[in-house]
């Protein structure tokens, strides 16, 4: 049942339905794990199972650790980020409170206290300054001579919400992001429609003809032709005119080699500019 509602959670992520927000979904584990809690323990039958007398040991067990698990659940609806599960979770800006009930929850907010123009703070891990929109976020770089930390994403990535559950937080990695990059969030599974006159018939690299007709499409097109790369998460390191600064990196757990990354970058960035 867990695992089914974490699908279910994935695909109203993808269509952004809003049906099983973070709110919803913790609360659907912690009822779940509960009740498995309370039938391991023997305090309530199914209609086909045998009468228990004892508990065995090896039931027990479990029972403890679906309870430790639940009672682990129950500050998420507070605002924990619940790393230990981060990327079965839906993201903290995709929930009925964003900031965590009364707003408790330790959200990171970009030094930068001016939004810019295209930006979306609201719909970005940890409200970082992110743009959803390649050209915005390219135009907004040159307006501020600042490289761009290309983010290709989904929002079906498990990857993807761990890196940002995990290592965008780190002192080091969240000070570089929030400061020295202008960041292009990018979902290559986003379902909203391209206006019509933005539409079109794309013939790939090897001939192909592709219809553009989504916003991932287009930024999944984006992510195949020019990196030759189409699985995420996926970073690139670009300065405003789209040269690339680094090699690419991908999923990569270790906030200090992302860091050094991230580094690695805008050295080339103080050389090129």
């Known amino acids: 049942l867990a695992f089914a509602l974490k699908f279910l959670s994935t695909a109203d992520l993808v269509w952004q339905a809003g049906i099983l927000k973070r709110e919803w979904f913790i609360v659907s ?8 809690t309370l039938y391991l323990l023997g305090k309530f ?6 009468p228990m007398d004892k508990i065995p040991v090896s039931r027990l067990f479990v029972a403890i ?20 599960i ?5 993201p903290m800006f995709y929930s009925e409170s964003p900031e965590g009930f009364g707003g408790s929850a330790a959200t990171v907010a970009s030094t930068n206290s001016d939004t810019p123009d295209g930006a979306d703070p609201a719909h970005c891990p940890h409200g970082l300054n ?9 135009a907004y770089a040159k ?9 290709f994403t989904g929002w079906g990535c498990v990857n993807c919400r761990k890196m940002e559950d995990t290592v965008w937080p780190d002192e080091t990695v969240r000070a570089i992001l929030s400061d020295e ?3 292009c969030s990018l979902y290559v599974d986003e379902k909203v429609e391209l206006p019509t006159e933005e539409q079109f ?17 287009k930024w999944a097109t984006l992510q195949t032709e020019t990196f030759q790369n189409n699985s995420q998460p996926m970073y690139a390191l670009l300065s405003p005119k789209g040269d690339l600064l680094a090699p690419i990196e991908q999923y990569n757990p270790d906030a200090k080699k992302y860091a050094e990354w991230l580094n690695c970058g805008l050295a080339a960035f103080s050389n090129w500019s």
Not at 29 to 36: S, T
Not at 45 to 50: A, F, N
Not at 130 to 135: A, L, M, Q, R, V
């Open 29 to 36: 584990w912690i009822a779940i794990f509960g009740l498995l």
């Open 45 to 50: 039958r199914l209609p086909h199972d045998s």
């Open 65 to 84: 650790f679906s309870l430790m698990f639940t009672i682990y659940l129950i500050p998420g609806l507070w605002g924990a980020p619940l790393k230990a």
């Open 86 to 90: 981060s990327g079965f979770t839906p």
């Open 130 to 138: 992110c743009f959803h929109d390649f050209e915005k976020g390219k």
């Open 143 to 151: 307006e501020v001579g600042k490289p761009i930390m290309l983010d």
């Open 181 to 183: 990059y202008i960041m």
């Open 201 to 217: 018939v794309y013939t790939t690299s090897d001939g192909r003809k592709k219809m553009i007709k989504t916003v991932g499409n």
